[in-house]
């Protein structure tokens, strides 16, 4: 059975989950920057110290993307569906009238103010003042 947010209880959570997508996005780009490490440092003959330094960023590599799995499961835990790491994009379910909505909220943003049918994504946010 699903769980649905008021827009007060969501708004409280917003301020847990600002923190975890702010280092899911820092975690997101040092794994891209890894990754380019990687790709820089080759596989082909490399020496011993090359080898070393592949071990490392590859050890630094899976410490990230286990912080990550951490950080989606606690937020997957409070109802909550991720859409976007990059945007730091969540949906919050909600009743709107008896029916199923999305509170829709991204970092960057102050509280709530946005929702949107549940076939709908980002481009069919519309305020909360216009919802019906």
Known sequence: MTSYYDLG???DRVGEVRPLLTSLCDDRDAIRAA???LKQLGTGG???DQRAQLKNEQEQMTVI???MERT???IDAWGITLRDIGAGLVDFPALANGRPIWLC??????????WHELDTGIAGRKPLIELE
């Open 9 to 11: 209880a969501a708004n």
């Open 35 to 37: 990754q380019l490490r």
């Open 46 to 48: 490399a020496d011993a």
């Open 65 to 67: 993307v286990r912080r």
């Open 72 to 74: 989606v499961r606690q």
């Open 105 to 114: 909220w991204k970092l960057g943003e102050d509280d709530i103010a946005w």
